[in-house]
Nanobody
Framework: QVQVAESGGGSVQPGGSLRLSCGASGSFFSIYAMGWYRQAPGKQRELAAQFTSTGNLYYVDSVKGRFTISRDDDKNTAYLEMNNLRPEDTAVYYC???????????????WGRGTQVTVSS
């Protein structure tokens, strides 16, 4: 079973920065992908940023140039550096980790509980 824990949310003014962390622990062969999703009040959850073990990076258009996703493979941890934050970035941010139980298994997803990010003056 895989556990996912996020940290680093908070409240900032527009133009401010935050860094989110996501750690994966438990039993797995490897991590296939780690991604940050976000859900604003009254809206559907959307994928904000993701990387895969094959080197693919994804950013939703609204965060390109402002958010950076990175990884520390030794710590099974992903980070989301968020700069120039806007009020529309306000949401609960969830980390999703796709892991493999063996080299040839299909990825299995695990979610964190989410961390609140509020951008307001």
């Amino acid at each position: 079973q895989v556990q996912v824990a996020e940290s680093g949310g908070g409240s900032v003014q527009p133009g401010g920065s935050l860094r989110l962390s996501c750690g994966a622990s438990g039993s797995f062969f490897s991590i296939y992908a780690m991604g940050w999703y976000r859900q604003a009040p009254g809206k559907q959850r959307e994928l904000a940023a993701q990387f895969t073990s094959t080197g693919n990076l994804y950013y939703v258009d609204s965060v390109k140039g402002r958010f950076t996703i990175s990884r520390d493979d030794d710590k099974n941890t992903a980070y989301l550096e968020m700069n120039n934050l806007r009020p529309e970035d306000t949401a609960v941010y969830y980390c999703k980790v796709d892991t493999l139980s063996t080299a040839y298994a299909r990825p299995k997803s695990a979610w964190g509980r989410g961390t609140q990010v509020t951008v307001s003056s």
